[in-house]
């Protein structure tokens, strides 16, 4: 569990197919305290056991599934990243929890600057859509961000300086694909309400 918080970037080093998928390499730009091979670590918002853990970089495996529904398939040696390690019994929640598993992948529909900040749209697929809602969470590739509009394609949210010079959202371009993790709360009231009308139905 993660907090979409950033306060450790990386880069990535370097990628190699096997036969259950890929292995990453990735550069630490500061070394993570207490960090051990088998930890989980969000990385842009994906959950990935570290291992070969050195105080410079470590190693993660990536599956088929990895690959093919979050953008860590796309991206290339030299890109920066966003690394979270997992939120540990009495840590302060200052976002939202995050569970590292990501729904969807989004695209960057534009970008406008307003002075130090920005606000960006993000066009998601539509199922999930209803998981959605103005002034509720969402983490994209891995940071907790509030949702201040929602129209048919995607939503909105504001980049605050902060984020955007300590987290790799500062960087982000119209057309870029993103990782999407809807709020957890908002997964399981949409589950619930759909098993209570699947019951209902059947009780008439």
């Known amino acids: 569990m993660f907090t979409g918080l950033i306060r450790y970037r990386g880069e990535m080093l370097s990628r190699q197919g096997n036969i259950n998928g890929e292995r990453i390499v990735i550069a630490l730009h500061d070394a993570i ?6 930890d989980s670590l969000a990385v842009n918002g994906v959950c990935l056991t570290v291992l070969d853990i050195s105080p410079q970089r470590f190693s993660a495996d990536l ?10 398939g ?3 040696a030299g890109e920066e990243l966003n690394l979270e390690p997992s939120l540990r019994l ?20 534009r970008i406008e600057l307003q002075s130090l900040s920005a606000k960006v749209w993000v066009n998601a697929p539509a199922r999930l859509l209803p998981l959605i809602a103005v002034k509720g969470s969402i983490a994209i590739d891995g940071v907790s961000l509030t949702v201040n509009e929602v129209d048919g394609e995607g ?4 980049l605050i300086p902060h984020t955007r010079q300590h987290s790799t959202l500062g960087a982000l371009k119209a057309g870029q694909a993103v990782n999407l993790e809807a709020d957890l709360l908002a997964r399981y009231v949409t ?7 699947h019951d209902d139905k059947i009780s008439e």
């Open 33 to 38: 305290p207490d960090l051990e091979e088998g």
């Open 63 to 72: 599956s088929r599934e990895t690959l093919a529904l979050t953008t860590l």
């Open 74 to 76: 796309q991206l290339y």
């Open 90 to 109: 009495g840590d302060t929640l200052d976002g939202h929890l995050v569970s590292g598993h990501v729904d969807a992948i989004g695209h960057v529909r």
């Open 155 to 158: 939503f909105c949210v504001q």
């Open 191 to 197: 589950r619930y309400l759909a098993a209570s009308r």
